[in-house]
Structures are given as structure tokens and as C-alpha cells.
């Protein structure tokens, strides 16, 4: 976690939002994030970020899924309680199916959902700095990050020039911090000095 | 932009060789299999008339079901399941010929329903006469036939006509609300038709002691999943010939995505039908499983299980297989093959009993699908590529998954 300085600026649609975001990537500024009301197709690409890899951890959720049932089952009916029902076979497979499938289903949701809360670092009790209070309203709100080469003023009238109102600077945490959603607006360790003042 | 379809040369030879091959098969197996090994001649048409035609159907179903759902992104291709559904009236011809000599000719073989002498012996097949006569078959097949012919002819003539219209917003909302009205009507008749009855009466009365309530399902589950593959077939046929400018891979990863849920969605009911009877184990039941499952049939049994379900499974999965034009096609072939087997399975252990190559049926199949791309290629000739007209065309062609 570390303490950074960012300039904000406000976009009132998309249209504007997503030119702006091209030129910010070719002027070379760190993009920070970019909050939108909406999912925006295509925005991910225009940012370019890489494809998640949400998917690839559900894959192997739900074989984790479909091994323990298979597993579990199997070990219950052939050895440490083999009993004979209507006459079915210890291992009778058809009967499995349908549970297999359910515990698969449900450990590539439970296990997706909280993978995709570590990504996007969303918890109850998780809190992180909001740059505007409407920047998941009806705004969108673009943050670049200010690293040693950039000059903050050079970068406010870059983000004047494509578009954004309401352009600020703000010093604020990057990482998240525990705290309750109505309170705790600061995260605990304040006197830690910016990285890249 | 080329929105107007010209038949290749080399199409055209292919469909006409295909149907050749067809026709010769047809000439061997009349003359290969006589008397007692009739049954095989006609159980190879039974099978390939029926799923065929319930294939260029499901391309019906398709436009009904995306046109009542309000979706657009299928507009920028709509003309090609359009295209396809115009081979459903000829199809439908061949299948009630054949079906009508196996009833009228008393080809008991296939339904033994048909023989009065085992009825009057057979409390079973008396009890179920009502359903399971020439008279009720005969109404029945009509009726349903002609009523797909009769609402797949509407959808595509409603089609070539509004490209005629004035492009107003008036215009744009008659045309929303007269095709979501014939949608409908068909919808229910497909639902009362390969949704319930028709596959009893066509394949599963076959098995005239025997039935399963998941039969029609199973069955439409089938044909639909193949009827998408037929679709994007010829979609990646005409994109690789430079038409359909404005289908992209996003059009095609929608249609890999409905390849692959509805690979699933028909394993669903595979198993459904076959656990409730593996799990009850009444004699009755598993009647119809025993050749299948134990008997001769068996690697086709999971063979079908590997083809249709594991192989789409694994290889559609992943983002990048359902935006390939090359992946897509292959897997297209895949399902197609795969459920014209499972079509075979389905008709050919009560019918024919063993298991033998098949040369005759694959033979008939090549003949079919020379028909079809026959057809359809002189279907897609007849009007532009792009329903110019249509609301949603904009939302399909910015369409982005």
C-alpha cells in the first residue's frame, strides 16, 4: 500500500471518454483507473488491460468441484460404508451425476465470486479512496497517476483538452484499508509520506 | 459491398455430386437389401428424411425464437437460416412419402404398430391404438407439416417484402410487430410439434411398447444443436466468399456460444432420460436401453456421449476456439456428425437390431446434405444478403459480445 498523487477529471460521457482514454495511452500518463456508471464494451481494450483470467480460475474451481463429489462419493459407498441399495452397484455412477455437477457448479460460483472480490478488492470491511462521489453514478471519472516524469499541471490541461471538467489534484491512498462503509474515510497509517511527491 | 449471393461453379458441383452419390446409394440399397433385409432400406430413410428435415427446421425455429426474443444481433446473417428453412417444404415432401409407404405399405419392421394381427394380440399396442393408428399418424404428419411449410414460407416472404418498404419509423414497427405475431403462431405449433408429439409418433413409435416423456425434448435438443451448426456453416461459408460484410466474430462467437450451451443443454436431457430409467429399473423401461447399453450398440452409446458432449465441452470452452472461423466450422461438422449418429442409434436397434457399418445410411446422408446445400444455395440467390429494412440491423452490425 502507498500513498500516491493523482490528478482527477470528470467525463460526462463516453463518447468523449473513450478518445480521451486513447490519448492518454499514446501521451504515455500512467492510467490509473477509470470509473464508469456502466459497464462500457470495449473500454477494457481501449485501457488495455489484459484479458482477465476470472475464467481460468473458474475452470479449475469447478474441476475442484467435480473431483471432490467424484472423490468423496466414491470413498463413502465402496469404503468406509458400502451399502446396498436397490440393488445399484457400489459405484453406480448415474446416481453421482447429478450431485458431481451441482458441487461443481457451486465451487466455481462461490469460488469465482470471491476471486473476483480479491481482484477488484471489494469486501464488507474493505474500504478504498473514492476520487469523486459520483464517479460510479452518472459520471465518469478518469484518474492518471503522477509518477517522477509527470508534471501535474502539464496533465490538467492535457485532460482539459480532451474533454474533462472538473479537474483536480488529490493525494490519496491506492490500495484498500479496513473500515466501515460510513465511517473510516482515512486509512490508518496516514503520516506515510507519497512515494512520488 | 456484394449483398447479392451468386452460386459458385464449384458449389453447385458439389451439391450435385453429393446428391449423385445419394441417388446411387439409394439404387444400391434397393437392389442390396431386399426381403428380409428390407428393413435396413427403409430405416436408412426414416433416419436421415427425419433428421434432415428437423435440422433446416430448427434454422425456423431460430428466427421465430431470436425474433420474439427481440434480439438483433442475428439480423446482419438473418437471410441465412432464412435461406435454410426454404429446403424445409422439399424435406418435408421426401419424409411423408416415406413415412407414408412405411404406414400404407404395412412396413412392420419398422413400426409393428401398423400390422393389425400384432394390435388385436397385444394389449399394449391395442390400449395405445387410438394414438397409434394410420388414421391419427396420417392426420397428424399433415397437419404438422403443413403448417411448418405454411409458417416458414410466411417468415421468409414477410422478409423479401419489407426490403421493398419505405425506411420510417412506422415501417419499422410494422415490421417488428407482424414478424413477433408469426413468430409466435409458430412457435406454439413447433412446441405441440417437435416439442411433444411429432418424435413420438415418427421415431419413437419405432419402439411401439416403449416411451419416454423426455423423447421429444431429446430429440429437439438434438436437431437444434445442429440445426446452429448448419447456420454458422453456411454463415462462414458465405463470409470466406466475401459476403455478409457485416457479420463479424462477434456474430460467430454468439453462435459458437449456442453451439456450445445447447451441446450441454442436450446432454442434460440425454441424461435425464436415461438416469430416471437406469434409476426405477422397470423391465418396460429398460427395454429400450438393453441392445443400447449391453448389447451390440454399446461403444455407439458412448460413443454418441464422447462426440456430442465431451468433444463440444472441451473444445468450444475456451474465447478464442468460438471466435475462429476454422474452429467453428470444424466443430460445426463435429455436432452434425455427431447427432445424425445419435439419430442412428435412435432408430436402428429396434429396427435393423445389429450393428454393421454404415455405408448405406452415410451414403443416403451425403445425398441429403447435397439437397440441402442445393437448395439453400438457390434460396440465398433470391434476395439480398441484408434485410436493409429491418429496426435492429444497426444493433447487429455494431454488435459486440
Known amino acids: 500500500m502507498a500513498v500516491k498523487n493523482f490528478v482527477v477529471g470528470l467525463f460526462d460521457d463516453e463518447a468523449v471518454l473513450f478518445p480521451a482514454v486513447k490519448k ?14 456502466f459497464p462500457v464494451h470495449g473500454l477494457d481494450h481501449a485501457m488495455g488491460l489484459r484479458e482477465s483470467s476470472l475464467h ?11 473431483t471432490t463429489a467424484l472423490s468423496f462419493m466414491s470413498w463413502v459407498f465402496n469404503v468406509d460404508w458400502p451399502l446396498n441399495i436397490g440393488g445399484k452397484p457400489h459405484f453406480p455412477l448415474p446416481a453421482f451425476i447429478p450431485i458431481t455437477f451441482e458441487l461443481t457448479v457451486l465451487f466455481a460460483a462461490v469460488g469465482m465470486v470471491m476471486t473476483f472480490c480479491w481482484l477488484c478488492q471489494i469486501m464488507p470491511g474493505v474500504k478504498k479512496h473514492i476520487f469523486h462521489p459520483r464517479q ?26 480532451a474533454g474533462a471538467h472538473d479537474i483536480n489534484e488529490q493525494q490519496a491512498e491506492a490500495g484498500w484499508w479496513f473500515g466501515r462503509f460510513d465511517k473510516d474515510d482515512e486509512p490508518y497509517l496516514r503520516k506515510v509520506k507519497p512515494v512520488n511527491a | 459491398m456484394k449483398d447479392q449471393f451468386v452460386v459458385p461453379a464449384r458449389l453447385k458441383k458439389t451439391s450435385f455430386v453429393l446428391m449423385g452419390v445419394g441417388l446411387l446409394t439409394l439404387l444400391i440399397g434397393l437392389f442390396a437389401f431386399q426381403g428380409e433385409n428390407a428393413t435396413r432400406f427403409w430405416a436408412g430413410l426414416l433416419q436421415n428424411s427425419s433428421f434432415f428435415l428437423l435440422i433446416t427446421l430448427a434454422s425456423t425455429f431460430f428466427i421465430a425464437a431470436t425474433t420474439l426474443a427481440h ?25 411423408f412419402v416415406i413415412v407414408m409407404i412405411l404406414v400404407f405399405g404395412e412396413k412392420d419392421s419398422i413400426y409393428h404398430w401398423v400390422n393389425l394381427h400384432h394390435v388385436h394380440e397385444d394389449k399394449i399396442l391395442t390400449w395405445k391404438s387410438p394414438f397409434l393408428s394410420k388414421t391419427f399418424f396420417t392426420t397428424a404428419t399433415i397437419i404438422t407439416l403443413g403448417l ?28 417488428l410487430w407482424r414478424n413477433t405475431v408469426v413468430a409466435g403462431g409458430f412457435l406454439v405449433v413447433f412446441t405441440l410439434s417437435v416439442g411433444s408429439t411429432t418424435p413420438w409418433l415418427w421415431l419413437m413409435s419405432i419402439d411401439a411398447h416403449w416411451f419416454s416423456t423426455m423423447y421429444s425434448w431429446y430429440t429437439f435438443a438434438s436437431t437444434w444443436v445442429s440445426g446452429l451448426s448448419l447456420i454458422a456453416l453456411f454463415v462462414v461459408y458465405l463470409k470466406k466468399h466475401g459476403y455478409l460484410t457485416y457479420v463479424t466474430e462477434e456474430h460467430l462467437h454468439d453462435l459458437g456460444k449456442f453451439m456450445f450451451a445447447f451441446s450441454i443443454f442436450w446432454t442434460y436431457l440425454w441424461f435425464s432420460q436415461y438416469m430416471l430409467i437406469w434409476y426405477a429399473n422397470m423391465p418396460e423401461e429398460t427395454a429400450y436401453f438393453q441392445p443400447r447399453v449391453w448389447g451390440e450398440w454399446r461403444p455407439i452409446f458412448f460413443l454418441n456421449l464422447l462426440i456430442n458432449f465431451i468433444t463440444p465441452l472441451l473444445f468450444l470452452m475456451k474465447r478464442d476456439t468460438k471466435r475462429n472461423y476454422t474452429a467453428v466450422v470444424f466443430m460445426a461438422f463435429v455436432i452434425i456428425a455427431g447427432h445424425w449418429m445419435d439419430f442412428w442409434q435412435m432408430v436402428y436397434p429396434a429396427t435393423v437390431k445389429h450393428l454393421v457399418f454404415p455405408w448405406y445410411e452415410l451414403g443416403l446422408g451425403l ?11 438457390n434460396a440465398l440467390t433470391k434476395a439480398s444478403l441484408v434485410p436493409k429494412n429491418h429496426p435492429y440491423l444497426k444493433e447487429s452490425i455494431v454488435h459486440h459480445t
Open chain 1, 24 to 37: 492518454v495511452r499514446t501521451a504515455g500518463y500512467k492510467l490509473h483507473d477509470v470509473y464508469t456508471p
Open chain 2, 148 to 175: 411448418w411449410i405454411f409458417f416458414t414460407l410466411k417468415i421468409r416472404k414477410m422478409s423479401i417484402e419489407e426490403d421493398g418498404w419505405d425506411l420510417k419509423p412506422a415501417t419499422g414497427k410494422k415490421i
Open chain 2, 367 to 377: 445425398g441429403f446434405v447435397g439437397l440441402i446445400i442445393f437448395l439453400v444455395s
Open chain 1, 136 to 161: 460510479t453514478d452518472d459520471k465518469f471519472v478518469m484518474v492518471i497517476e503522477l509518477t517522477e516524469k509527470t508534471n501535474a499541471e502539464e496533465v490538467k490541461s492535457f485532460l482539459q483538452a
Open chain 1, 56 to 66: 481460468t480460475a473458474g475452470f479449475i474451481y469447478g474441476i475442484t468441484g467435480t
Open chain 2, 71 to 95: 434480439g438483433g444481433w442475428q439480423i446482419a446473417f438473418r437471410r441465412v437460416p432464412e435461406a435454410i428453412s426454404m429446403a424445409v417444404p422439399v424435406l418435408s415432401g421426401i419424409l
